[in-house]
């Protein structure tokens, strides 16, 4: 008898044991919660910056600060003296809106450019952007960057910025011909 107490007080304590092993709380896996991820932006003109004709203007991609935002350079190909650019950019308001701009460094060269740059009325798919010379410089010419016109993405897609009502003005203030304008298509990817 004194085999089975022994026996039984052993069973017993295996068994407090083993429940008190099961009282253990659960360890709980920490789930981590994903950053919000930043999209991935590609623009691409609609034709090749080395290949385009004198007297044209087209977009390129350029550095940007902050997730989500982008900037495009507006670019002038070897222009004849002009003492002004007026044009419009159409887009998607629904995929990107328009933040800011940074002036150009073809005007800033030859004296104080006037800038002005805005949301056209209430289109928000519509910038109104207007470069000139205030009265009395002279006129720019060569090839350079206009101005820097920056975005932000607002949902993935593809967005087509096109330029539309372009003009490039010689000295006399006049509409200048044969000029070409290269706007381009955006992609905006999930990262």
């Known amino acids: 008898m004194k085999f089975n107490i022994w026996s039984l007080l052993i069973i017993a304590i295996v068994l407090s044991v083993s429940s008190c092993e099961a009282k253990k709380e659960p360890v709980k896996k920490e789930v981590q ?3 919000p991820a930043g999209y991935i932006i590609n623009f691409k003109p609609n034709d090749s910056p080395d290949l385009v004709p004198p007297k ?3 977009l390129l991609q ?3 600060d ?3 935002f982008f900037c495009l350079d507006v670019i002038a190909k ?3 003296l002009i003492s002004g650019v007026v044009f419009e950019l159409n887009f998607d308001p629904a995929g990107v809106s328009y933040q800011s701009y940074k ?3 073809l005007f800033e060269q030859k004296g104080k450019p006037v800038y002005q740059i805005g949301i056209k009325g209430d ?3 519509n910038l109104a952007v207007r ?3 205030e009265s009395g410089n002279g006129g720019a010419s060569g090839s350079g960057k206009l101005v820097t016109l920056c975005f932000k993405a607002l949902q993935p897609g593809r967005v087509g910025i096109l330029f539309e009502n372009g003009e490039l003005l010689d000295l006399q203030k006049k509409k200048m011909v044969g000029v070409t304008w290269v706007g381009g298509l955006l992609w905006v990817l999930e990262a």
């Open 131 to 133: 470069i000139s010379f």
């Open 123 to 125: 289109q928000k798919g």
């Open 33 to 35: 919660k994903k950053a």
């Open 103 to 105: 002036p150009g460094v």
């Open 62 to 64: 350029s550095p940007a």
């Open 66 to 68: 902050g997730q989500n």
């Open 78 to 80: 070897k222009v004849d």
């Open 56 to 58: 044209t203007l087209i």
